[in-house]
């Protein structure tokens, strides 16, 4: 049996309906290469309608190493973003962290695992995961 027969296939705007305000969200990627980049978009229009509607939205987010900016820039731009951690990239992220809109942890990138695995970045919500057939 296939894998495409198995699992259903979603959309980026039906998967992240399933992310809750307060989410911790763990991103894949080093550098833009293996980065999301469909999803954090989906997420940050999703946030953008629900504070339209007055509903608060906000997630954690947690990526390997280095994003590059297409994560931290449009879930900052929607002001989506209330955690970040280990690094951060993208000049309306870091104008937020440093205004402390945003929390940050700046740590070294090979410390987030052991970090994420005592339990001291809280439960792990949901993964999203940059992959191609």
């Keep these: 049996m296939s894998f495409r027969n198995t699992y259903p296939r979603l ?3 039906e ?3 399933e992310i809750f305000n307060g989410a911790t969200v763990a991103f894949s990627g080093f550098t833009n290469s293996g980065a999301a980049k469909v999803t954090p978009r989906a997420i940050a229009a999703r946030a953008v309608e629900l504070h ?3 509903e608060p939205f906000k997630i954690r987010v947690l990526t ?3 994003s590059g900016e297409s994560i931290d820039e449009p879930l900052a731009q929607a002001e989506a973003i209330s955690y ?3 690094y951060q990239s993208g000049p309306k992220l870091r104008k937020q962290i440093n205004s402390q809109e945003v929390e940050y942890v700046d740590m070294h990138l090979s ?3 052991q ?3 005592s339990g001291f970045q809280g439960q792990l919500d949901f993964a999203v995961v940059e992959a191609t057939e």
């Design 11 to 13: 959309t980026p705007e």
């Design 15 to 17: 998967a992240v309906q």
């Design 52 to 54: 339209r509607r007055g």
């Design 64 to 66: 390997g190493a280095s």
């Design 84 to 86: 970040r951690a280990p």
């Design 111 to 113: 410390h987030l695992p």
């Design 115 to 117: 970090s994420v695995l």
